[in-house]
């Protein structure tokens, strides 16, 4: 009883090793891939469209020696609102595009977001 209770378990061991291989459980990553995903040019137009409707209310401030982009905007903002030091970071680069968050000069000025 036991040698047939035995073969009975590696005989199922070795079927759902079998099924795995040869059929799996999880889905092809072709049809997922192939499924409803939007055109690149449909990206493009709605990128360019939200680029286009976003005004970020700013002020433009002057860095000083110890300023950071989240020291300047908590200064700036005297309002307790919750905002993400992510989307904090990404409204700064926004407004001054051709500047780091992190690579701030003392004695330059900068256009800092208003929330």
């Keep these: ?26 889905p092809h990553p072709t049809k997922i891939a192939s499924e409803n995903i939007p055109a690149v040019a449909e990206i493009k137009e709605e990128v360019e469209s939200t680029q286009q409707d976003v005004s970020i209310p700013f002020q433009s401030k002057e860095v000083k020696a110890g300023d950071t982009v989240l020291s300047v905007v908590e ?41």
């Design 1 to 26: 009883m036991n040698r047939l209770f035995g073969f009975l378990i590696m005989f199922f061991i070795i079927y759902i090793i079998y099924y795995d291989m040869r059929i799996g459980t999880l």
């Design 75 to 115: 200064e700036l903002n005297t309002s307790k609102t919750t905002v993400s030091i992510l989307t904090i970071i990404k409204d700064f680069e926004e407004l001054n595009p051709s500047v780091k968050a992190d690579s701030l000069q003392i004695g330059k000025v900068y256009k800092f977001p208003l929330y």
